[in-house]
């Protein structure tokens, strides 16, 4: 094909191309050979200079070894064994030019080193003025110290003499409490030794009257001695009368006990059926405390004692103690009054099972028994509105008057044996002689709980109303002991335990404490003003 083209536009735009053309455009490809061949000239240039310059060069190698027209021979003229060529070039290029950066930094460093200096320069100085601040207010402190101390160094020798009086007012306030205190247990150790002794004669006069008895009444079966029978009845009449009426005279008036009673047991056989809240029914001997009986009624404590001792009746099917309270016609009298109890002389089972309760109350078959406390008279009302303002219905007296100890609290046995008081058992015999005829069982969840600290023995856990009868103290229950040496538990055992014994009283850490009966029956008899010398509340 072709192009037909007009020959001056042509040769126009051809003009027009190589004007618009560079230098380099033109003739950079001739440049740049120029370059290469002039490079390749000045290395040539220079390995033969340094080939014919090599001696010197290495004589004075470490001022040579960077300079630029050598650099790129280096290996060439001279390198280590072991090394190539090559290799040391190499490394003699990395070397050198490390060297020279290294310079080049520390010039351009210099400024911000200088800086640096200037700073650390700044804060030297201010540190140095701190520490002359911080001398400064040390020698006033130090003044201020040794001013107070000749301030309290002169009051300490106006207080010492003034000490000194208020411990010898102190020691005699101490000596006359002391004697007071002697006065009044030497008083109290007369009393009970004349009311032990007292006693003693109303049980001699018991035992006389009973001796007179026997023998008149031996008299009286033997027909050849009535004669001697009418003679001695005679005489036990005029002995009895007046020895009746002494012995009433010192039982009633006096108070003393002829030491030949036994406790009161007012409890049911152990397969006596109690209704629960829950509308089933659970034999007593498997209550536990917490259980809820009838009506919202709280198991507060579980009683269990020997049948030894005890008359028992059955009344509409209920086996029962015959001092139990029951009520009848609304009054409340003993088992064995009830006109539908019948005496049970067959039964002779061990032990006999009671209950504690919020109400006070036990329900059983429509009958309304009173728990082990009887509190079924006015005595409740009358701590409530007199004496213990604490109480505020039935349920609060076992929260504030609950006895009991933790179960870790350790018992010394006649045998030597240290027993927890939760693994006694009735029958145990206690290191003075006390038997056990009862153990207690107390729910301790809503009850209030105690350490005390009672002097040199060691702590002791346990309710609120914890009883002691032991002439080392001035107090007869732990309710009026002093609040520093007594601590609330936060942390409440859920269960507590206590005894029964026939001494009524039993030791814990070389401390006389009463017997369970006493954490109600005491605190009741302080205010019906039985127990003059009694400290409660």
């Known amino acids: 094909m072709y192009i037909y083209m007009d020959s001056d536009s042509g040769l126009q735009n051809i003009k027009k191309m190589y004007e618009k053309m560079t230098y380099f455009d033109q003739y950079g490809a001739s440049v740049l050979l120029f370059i290469i061949i002039t490079i390749i000239l000045l290395i040539l240039i220079s390995y033969c200079y340094v080939k014919i310059n090599a001696q010197p060069i290495i004589d004075d190698w470490p001022n040579q070894r960077c300079k630029l027209n050598i650099l790129p021979f280096a290996g060439f003229i001279t390198h280590p064994d072991g090394i190539s060529a090559i290799d040391y070039t190499s490394q003699n290029f990395t070397e050198c030019t490390q060297n020279i950066l290294s310079n080049m930094t520390g010039y351009m460093v210099e400024p911000l080193t200088y800086i640096i200096n200037m700073i650390n320069s700044v804060v030297n100085n201010i540190k140095n003025s701190l520490n002359s601040i911080r001398a400064m207010i040390d020698k006033v402190r130090t003044f201020f110290q040794t001013m107070a101390e000749e301030v309290m160094g002169r009051l300490m020798n106006m207080m010492i003499p003034l000490q000194q009086i208020i411990i010898t007012f102190k020691d005699v306030i101490g000596k006359v409490q002391g004697t007071m205190t002697a006065g009044l247990f030497t008083l109290l150790g007369t009393y009970y030794t004349l009311k032990s002794l007292l006693g003693a004669i109303a049980q001699f006069i018991i035992i006389i009257l009973i001796a007179l008895a026997i023998l008149v009444a031996v008299f009286w079966i033997l027909p050849f001695t009535w004669g001697f029978a009418i003679a001695n009845t005679v005489i036990f009449i005029a002995i009895a009368i007046p020895l009746a009426i002494i012995l009433a005279f010192m039982t009633d008036v006096l108070k003393v006990q002829t030491g030949m009673s036994i406790p009161s047991i007012k409890c049911f056989d152990e397969n006596t059926l109690i209704n629960m ?40 099917g209920i086996i029962v103690s015959d001092s139990h309270i029951v009520q009848y016609k609304e009054k409340w009298i003993s088992v064995s009054q009830h006109p539908d109890a019948i005496i049970d002389k067959s039964y002779n089972k061990p032990f006999l099972y009671c209950l504690n309760t919020s109400n006070k109350m036990i329900n059983i078959k429509n009958y309304n028994f009173t728990d082990w406390d009887e509190l079924y008279d006015n005595s409740l009302y009358e701590v409530k509105n007199n004496n213990f303002k604490k109480i505020r219905n039935k349920k609060e007296i076992h929260t504030y008057l609950e006895g009991g100890f933790d179960k870790n609290v350790e018992l010394k046995l006649l045998n030597g044996e240290i027993k927890k008081i939760c693994d006694i058992n009735i029958g145990d015999i206690l290191e003075n002689g006390e038997n056990i005829y009862g153990t207690v069982q107390i729910n301790g969840a809503n009850t209030e709980q105690y350490i005390y600290n009672l002097g040199k023995n060691s702590p002791i856990i346990g309710g609120p109303n914890l009883n002691v009868c032991d002439s080392k103290f001035d107090f007869t229950s732990t309710i009026s002991l002093d609040e520093n040496k007594k601590y609330k538990k936060n942390i409440l055992s859920d269960r507590l335990y206590h005894l029964l014994t026939d001494k009524k009283t039993f030791v814990v850490e070389n401390i006389n404490f009463y017997d369970y009966n006493a954490s109600i029956d005491l605190f009741l008899d302080k205010y019906r003003g039985k127990l003059l010398s009694m400290k409660y509340v």
């Not at 001997?285 to 009624?297: A, F, H, Q, V």
């Open 277 to 316: 809240n829950d509308r089933t029914q659970k034999k007593i001997s498997e209550i536990i405390p917490g259980d809820i009986l009838y009506k919202n009624n709280e198991v507060t404590a579980i009683i269990k004692v020997e049948t030894k001792g005890s008359k028992i009746y059955n009344l509409d």
